[in-house]
Nanobody, 127 residues
Protein backbone atom coordinates (compact mmCIF):
# COMPACT_ATOMS: atom_id res chain seq x y z
CA UNK A 1 0.00 0.00 0.00
CA UNK A 2 1.02 3.55 -0.70
CA UNK A 3 -0.38 6.48 1.23
CA UNK A 4 -0.50 9.88 -0.45
CA UNK A 5 -1.02 13.28 1.16
CA UNK A 6 -1.48 16.42 -0.91
CA UNK A 7 -0.77 19.89 0.41
CA UNK A 8 -0.24 23.42 -0.83
CA UNK A 9 -3.71 24.26 -2.04
CA UNK A 10 -5.44 27.53 -1.23
CA UNK A 11 -6.96 30.71 -2.57
CA UNK A 12 -5.01 32.75 -5.11
CA UNK A 13 -5.82 35.55 -7.52
CA UNK A 14 -5.79 35.01 -11.25
CA UNK A 15 -2.26 35.25 -12.59
CA UNK A 16 -0.79 34.02 -9.35
CA UNK A 17 1.10 30.83 -8.50
CA UNK A 18 0.84 27.89 -6.16
CA UNK A 19 2.98 24.82 -5.58
CA UNK A 20 1.27 21.60 -4.65
CA UNK A 21 3.08 18.75 -2.94
CA UNK A 22 2.27 15.05 -2.88
CA UNK A 23 4.05 13.15 -0.12
CA UNK A 24 4.13 9.38 -0.40
CA UNK A 25 4.70 6.78 2.30
CA UNK A 26 4.43 3.02 2.57
CA UNK A 27 5.43 0.69 -0.27
CA UNK A 28 6.78 3.44 -2.49
CA UNK A 29 9.23 1.07 -4.22
CA UNK A 30 6.29 -0.24 -6.26
CA UNK A 31 5.63 3.19 -7.74
CA UNK A 32 6.39 3.68 -11.44
CA UNK A 33 4.82 7.11 -11.94
CA UNK A 34 2.89 9.80 -10.15
CA UNK A 35 0.14 11.85 -11.66
CA UNK A 36 -1.96 14.88 -10.80
CA UNK A 37 -5.64 15.08 -11.65
CA UNK A 38 -8.27 17.65 -10.81
CA UNK A 39 -12.02 17.75 -10.48
CA UNK A 40 -13.95 20.96 -10.84
CA UNK A 41 -17.54 21.16 -9.55
CA UNK A 42 -19.91 19.34 -11.87
CA UNK A 43 -17.12 18.03 -14.09
CA UNK A 44 -15.27 14.78 -14.63
CA UNK A 45 -11.85 14.20 -13.15
CA UNK A 46 -9.29 15.69 -15.56
CA UNK A 47 -5.69 14.70 -16.18
CA UNK A 48 -3.24 17.48 -15.29
CA UNK A 49 0.30 16.06 -15.34
CA UNK A 50 2.34 12.95 -14.68
CA UNK A 51 5.98 12.09 -14.11
CA UNK A 52 7.85 8.81 -14.30
CA UNK A 53 9.75 7.41 -11.33
CA UNK A 54 13.09 8.62 -12.69
CA UNK A 55 11.68 12.00 -13.64
CA UNK A 56 12.85 11.45 -17.18
CA UNK A 57 9.38 11.49 -18.69
CA UNK A 58 6.70 14.06 -18.04
CA UNK A 59 3.22 14.47 -19.48
CA UNK A 60 0.82 17.40 -19.37
CA UNK A 61 -2.80 18.00 -20.15
CA UNK A 62 -3.44 20.48 -22.95
CA UNK A 63 -5.08 23.01 -20.64
CA UNK A 64 -2.00 23.38 -18.43
CA UNK A 65 0.91 23.03 -20.87
CA UNK A 66 3.32 25.91 -20.54
CA UNK A 67 1.87 26.99 -17.18
CA UNK A 68 2.30 23.99 -14.88
CA UNK A 69 5.47 22.02 -14.15
CA UNK A 70 5.66 18.62 -12.47
CA UNK A 71 8.81 17.50 -10.69
CA UNK A 72 9.89 15.04 -8.03
CA UNK A 73 12.37 14.55 -5.23
CA UNK A 74 12.69 10.82 -4.63
CA UNK A 75 14.85 11.37 -1.56
CA UNK A 76 11.80 13.00 0.02
CA UNK A 77 9.24 10.73 -1.67
CA UNK A 78 7.51 13.87 -2.85
CA UNK A 79 6.14 15.05 -6.18
CA UNK A 80 5.47 18.72 -6.84
CA UNK A 81 3.15 20.59 -9.15
CA UNK A 82 4.23 24.17 -9.75
CA UNK A 83 1.25 26.11 -11.07
CA UNK A 84 1.87 29.51 -12.65
CA UNK A 85 -0.39 31.97 -14.47
CA UNK A 86 -3.38 30.51 -12.72
CA UNK A 87 -6.83 31.08 -14.19
CA UNK A 88 -10.28 30.87 -12.58
CA UNK A 89 -10.92 27.73 -14.65
CA UNK A 90 -8.07 26.03 -12.76
CA UNK A 91 -10.29 26.04 -9.68
CA UNK A 92 -10.74 22.41 -8.60
CA UNK A 93 -9.80 19.79 -6.08
CA UNK A 94 -6.38 18.48 -7.07
CA UNK A 95 -5.51 14.84 -6.47
CA UNK A 96 -2.24 13.01 -6.78
CA UNK A 97 -2.10 9.34 -7.68
CA UNK A 98 0.51 6.62 -8.04
CA UNK A 99 0.70 3.98 -10.74
CA UNK A 100 2.51 0.67 -10.30
CA UNK A 101 2.70 0.16 -14.05
CA UNK A 102 4.88 1.50 -16.85
CA UNK A 103 3.24 3.17 -19.85
CA UNK A 104 5.04 4.76 -22.76
CA UNK A 105 2.18 6.16 -24.77
CA UNK A 106 -0.50 8.12 -22.96
CA UNK A 107 -1.36 5.52 -20.35
CA UNK A 108 -0.85 7.94 -17.50
CA UNK A 109 -3.65 10.17 -18.79
CA UNK A 110 -6.32 7.78 -17.51
CA UNK A 111 -7.55 7.44 -13.94
CA UNK A 112 -8.02 3.68 -14.23
CA UNK A 113 -4.27 3.22 -14.69
CA UNK A 114 -3.51 4.47 -11.19
CA UNK A 115 -3.52 2.33 -8.09
CA UNK A 116 -3.42 4.73 -5.15
CA UNK A 117 -5.00 8.12 -4.63
CA UNK A 118 -4.71 10.94 -2.15
CA UNK A 119 -7.63 12.80 -0.58
CA UNK A 120 -7.13 15.96 -2.58
CA UNK A 121 -6.39 19.60 -1.92
CA UNK A 122 -8.61 22.51 -2.92
CA UNK A 123 -7.29 25.18 -5.28
CA UNK A 124 -9.43 28.26 -5.79
CA UNK A 125 -8.48 30.97 -8.28
CA UNK A 126 -10.38 34.23 -8.00
CA UNK A 127 -10.88 36.57 -10.93
Amino acid sequence: QVQLVESGGGLVQAGGSLRLSCAASGSTASSRATGWFRRAPGKEREFVAAISWSGGRTYYGDSVKGRFTISRDNAKNTVYLQMNSLKPEDTAVYYCAVSKRIYYSGGYYYTENYDYWGQGTQVTVSS
